[in-house]
T-cell receptor, first 114, second 112 residues
């Protein structure tokens, strides 16, 4: 069974640029969630995708957008980067349903905005 | 607004000690509570607690959910240096997406 993978591992961008982060979900999982973890904080929910549709969104501006593909992999896009976007971006996959609240996390992408 | 609070934020103990980490929550549409261990990057799953499973144990780790007090504890006995990590508590809010609402985490350091 393949776990959740993310790419790239690290990324350095400058203010105003755009970035795309990628995630491959665990085998058999059709739900992908993205979280932002600032230094010293717990992860914060960005949004969730289920069957290629956005299934819910946290308090993040529209310049944070995503996609999910038929193979359940996903992308997180951030436009017009700001310094405060510097964080660890975590992707988590899961099966939907009442008995499967457990989400399994990938190793994350460390984004630095200069 | 949903809220999860963990305490203490940081804890330093000696190898062999027993530790108790706390988590309290205010979530409108609570369904379950999860504990994760984060050593470098990826949080790894430890336990899930629900109304039908309020106590879990795995080796030296155990956790209890108190639905009346809206809280949970994570106990680690006979701590080892490998237990050093950030421990994250998360609550599942099922209003809309099946999202995890995390606390700030407890940074646990085990000294030899």
């Amino acid at each position: 069974e393949t776990g959740v993978t993310q790419s790239p591992t690290h990324l350095i961008k400058t203010r105003g640029q755009q970035v795309t982060l990628r995630c491959s979900s665990q085998s058999g999982h059709n739900t992908v969630s993205w979280y932002q973890q600032a230094l010293g904080q717990g992860p914060q929910f960005i949004f969730q995708y289920y069957r290629e549709e956005e299934n819910g969104r946290g308090n993040f501006p529209p310049r944070f957008s995503g996609l999910q593909f038929p193979n359940y992999s996903s992308e997180l896009n951030v436009n017009a980067l700001e310094l405060d976007d510097s964080a660890l971006y975590l992707c988590a996959s899961s099966l939907p349903g009442k008995l499967t609240d457990t989400q399994y996390f990938g190793p994350g992408t460390r984004l630095t905005v200069l | 607004e949903d809220k999860v609070v963990q305490s203490p934020l940081s804890l330093v103990v000696h190898e062999g000690d027993t530790v108790t980490l706390n988590c309290s929550y205010e979530v409108t549409n609570f369904r379950s509570l999860l504990w994760y261990k984060q050593e470098k990057k990826a949080p790894t799953f430890l336990f899930m607690l629900t109304s039908s499973g309020i106590e879990k144990k795995s080796g030296r780790l155990s956790s209890i959910l108190d639905k009346k007090e809206l809280s949970s504890i994570l106990n680690i006995t006979a701590t080892q240096t490998g237990d050093s990590a950030i421990y994250l508590c998360a609550v599942v809010d099922v209003q809309g997406a099946q999202k995890l609402v995390f606390g700030q985490g407890t940074r646990l350091t085990i000294n030899p």
